[in-house]
């Protein structure tokens, strides 16, 4: 049984203004106060897990510790099949310091090669911290097929070449809010209020 959140101040520990974006919107409905991890002056910790749930936990529990308050982080990326799930949780670094995904997306493409299979999942990890350690762990995943070229400039990252299973159109081709409703952050989230704000 997961551990219930209880209505209060809740620090969302990133600091990528979209996801906050985001995430604060998701929590909408449950009269959440939020913080964010950036106005409290935390620190942002480095992500050295293997796994995006590992990485989301590090950064939940390190702002949960650090404000003494429960904090939610996420983390996430694309895995494709025919390189072993890579970038995974490299997915943000791939992009370079100029976050250039045109790049990025080029170089997947470059890895799976002529031929190579080009199924891929959306996965997003989101972590709920308290302050005396405890973490529950959410994930979800979207399976979808990478195209090439690029279609749509409406997302960001990898969205251009990410066709989601039983649509046609590329992340980038979705209008924002249709996709928030299907991505894998959002399924995430759905199994997170089902466990922490749902009846018991
Ligand atoms: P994080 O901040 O370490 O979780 O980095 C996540 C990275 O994964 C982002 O920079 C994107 O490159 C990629 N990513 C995660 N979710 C999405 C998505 O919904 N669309 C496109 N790219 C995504």
């Known amino acids: 049984m997961a551990r219930r959140l209880a209505a ?31 106005a409290l002056g935390l620190p942002e910790p480095e992500e050295t897990e293997d796994s ?8 939940a529990l390190a702002a949960a510790r650090g404000a003494g308050l429960t904090a939610l982080a ?4 694309l895995a494709v099949h025919a390189i072993g799930g890579r970038p995974g949780v490299h997915s943000a670094r791939w992009g370079g310091p100029a976050r250039d995904f045109q790049a990025a997306m080029a170089r997947v ?5 002529e031929g190579g299979g080009r199924g891929a999942d959306f996965v997003c990890a989101l972590a709920l911290a308290w302050p005396d350690g405890h973490v529950e762990g959410f994930e979800g995943r979207v399976a ?30 979705i209008d924002p809010d249709e996709k928030h409703r ?13 466990a922490c704000f749902g009846q018991e």
Do not use: C, Q
């Open 8 to 38: 209060g101040r809740l620090v969302i520990a990133s600091h990528n203004a979209g996801k906050v974006r985001e995430i604060a919107d998701l929590l909408v409905p449950f009269g959440m106060d939020i913080v964010i991890a950036a």
């Open 52 to 59: 995006f749930a590992g990485n989301a936990a590090l950064k």
């Open 74 to 77: 996420d983390d996430s990326g």
């Open 109 to 113: 493409m470059r890895e799976i090669g």
């Open 144 to 173: 979808g097929t990478l195209v090439w070229p690029p279609r749509g400039g409406r997302g960001f990252g990898y969205d251009p070449i990410f066709v989601p299973e039983g649509d046609s159109r590329t992340f980038g081709e």
């Open 182 to 194: 299907m991505s894998h952050r959002a399924r995430a989230f759905d199994k997170l209020v089902a």
